[in-house]
């Protein structure tokens, strides 16, 4: 879930690569690294758990970002997991 939202909205988006850019939004976020974080091999022999995590981020560039979209699509996660 995190890829997708990482990459949708810190990407300009077009709905054709043929078409010119008509209103495309503002990418909402800066991406520092394409590859998720991955723990180090001490983390894992200490917390042996941690060895299925990754850690994405990104700094948000503009506050005027609408995830209505994301929320949509994503509405039965977040219902399950009890989320706002």
Not at 11 to 38: A, D, H, M, W
């Amino acid at each position: 879930m995190s890829n997708f939202f990482f990459k949708h909205y810190s990407e300009q988006r077009n709905s054709s690569r043929y078409l010119p850019e008509t209103g495309v939004p503002e990418r909402c976020f800066k991406l520092i690294n394409k590859k998720p974080i991955l723990p180090s091999l001490s983390e894992i022999r200490q917390n042996p758990p941690s060895r299925s995590a990754k850690l994405r981020y990104g700094i948000k560039t503009n506050d005027k970002c609408d995830f209505s979209e994301f929320r949509e699509k994503f509405k039965n996660l977040v219902n399950i997991e009890g989320l706002r």
